[in-house]
């Protein structure tokens, strides 16, 4: 598991903000619109690329238990901190070319938490050869969103196209939420 820096211990444990925990994932069935089992690297997430995370406590979220849950700030994630989201269509010059400015800047700035995987779990030999690479804060959630919704990858090399795990099933809002959430933070 990752390491707060904060306390230099496993998921701030030291600090009371998590503890590291193996990963289970849902043995639910995808269902009926995913007639297939065991090929796609998503239907086990994460555990094909790890199997132990963070499981983060109290008002604590994020990869390392670092960060505040989402409505909350300060030093102890204890300060309830609410967002008033301005309708584009209302924001002044000045706040529309802020909000281009930091566009721009996610463009440039490589993320410092998160690579992304640049082949399938097949292709990468079931994990034993890892293929991933550095990314930009923007290209990061483009590539977030593009993972959640892209074709499946079949064991004969072809594609299934009829499927999109972001867009058609019962996980479209909240998936969304959280997405447009992580992406405020950064």
Request: aromatic residues 16%; negative net charge; glycine residues 8%.
């Amino acid at each position: 598991c990752p390491v707060w820096s904060g306390d230099n211990s496993s998921c701030g444990e030291v600090s009371g903000r998590g503890v590291c925990q193996d990963v289970v994932p849902s043995n639910s069935p995808v269902g009926a619109q995913f007639p297939f089992s065991g090929i796609d690297d998503r239907e086990n997430w994460p555990i094909v690329f790890y199997n132990r995370t963070c499981q983060c406590q109290g008002n604590y979220m994020g990869y390392n238990c670092g960060e505040c849950r989402f409505g909350y700030t300060g030093p102890n994630c204890t300060v309830r901190r609410n967002m008033i989201r301005k309708e584009i269509f209302r924001m002044t010059t000045a706040e529309k070319d802020k909000l281009i400015a930091y566009l721009n800047l996610a463009k440039r700035t490589t993320s410092p938490d998160y690579v992304i995987a640049t082949g399938t779990y097949e292709q990468m030999n079931n994990g034993s050869n890892p293929m991933f690479a550095d990314i930009n804060v923007y290209d990061l959630f483009v590539w977030l969103h593009y993972y959640a919704s892209r074709d499946a990858f079949l064991e004969d090399g072809s594609v299934w196209a009829n499927i999109d795990f972001a867009h058609e099933a019962p996980g479209f809002l909240p998936w969304h939420r959280f997405f447009l959430l992580l992406w405020e933070r950064e």
